[in-house]
């Protein structure tokens, strides 16, 4: 049972550039978040799921998209990395109402 | 929109307690959670409180909710150099899977 799962863990990308970010959890949770880490401001919510193939907008939603094909997997894309987007990324899931469970964090360097 | 507040930063020496707190805006709030970041790692969850309760206690950790005053506490007795880590809290209301977060308290404990 490894939880919740990011990958990568780190990249940097060059302003321009796209790529996906991959969350993957295993203890078949309905719900699947990700939420960026700046310094001195906590973490914000940019998209969330509610289920297999539904998506919805958090807090902070410009410049990402998400997917959620499969109950497991929650993919997020950057289709044009700005310096902006520079930041910790975190995938959670959980239950209905219930805890959420956080990944080791993916760090993203946008030149 | 719901706003939850902390204290940037906390010293304290080693043995001796450590008072985190938090306060948030939304009464409404149910579930209201603790979590922990060591450098590096993703978000730990410590514990957690239902609106209903004023204290509950696991081990070393000690949480504290007065609901008049919107106001949540964590103590750490005994405050060990492994406590060092930054602490978040963070509140979801009824009927919503999402957490708003606060900034976190980075809490330093000397040797």
């Known amino acids: 049972n490894a939880g919740v799962t990011q990958t990568p863990k780190f990249r940097v990308l060059k302003t321009g550039q796209s790529m996906t970010l991959l969350c993957a959890q295993d203890?078949?949770?309905?719900?699947m978040y990700w939420y960026r880490q700046d310094p001195g401001m906590g973490l914000r919510l940019i998209h969330y799921s509610v289920g297999e193939g539904t998506t919805a907008k958090g807090e902070v939603p410009d410049g990402y998209n998400v997917s959620r094909l499969k109950k497991q997997n929650f993919l997020l894309g950057l289709e044009s990395a700005a310096p902006s987007q520079t930041s910790v990324y975190f995938c959670?899931?959980?239950?209905?109402?219930?805890?959420?469970?956080f990944g080791p964090g993916t760090r993203l360097l946008v030149l | 929109g719901e706003d939850v507040e902390q204290s940037l930063f906390l010293s304290v020496r080693e043995g001796d307690s450590s008072v985190i707190n938090c306060t948030y805006t939304?009464?409404?709030?149910?579930?209201l959670y603790w979590y922990k970041q060591e450098p590096g790692a993703g978000l730990q969850l410590l514990t957690y409180?239902?609106?209903?309760?004023d204290m509950k206690q696991d081990q070393r950790l000690t949480v504290l909710l007065n609901k008049k005053d919107k106001h949540l506490s964590l103590r750490i007795a005994d405050t060990q150099t492994g406590d060092s880590a930054i602490y978040f809290c963070?509140?979801?209301?009824?009927?919503?899977?999402?957490?708003?977060f606060g900034s976190g308290t980075r809490l330093l404990v000397r040797p």
């Open positions: 203890m078949n949770h309905e719900y």
């Open positions: 963070a509140v979801t209301r009824p009927s919503s899977y999402k957490l708003i």
């Open positions: 409180i239902f609106s209903n309760m």
């Open positions: 939304d009464s409404s709030s149910t579930y």
């Open positions: 959670a899931s959980s239950g209905l109402a219930e805890t959420q469970y």
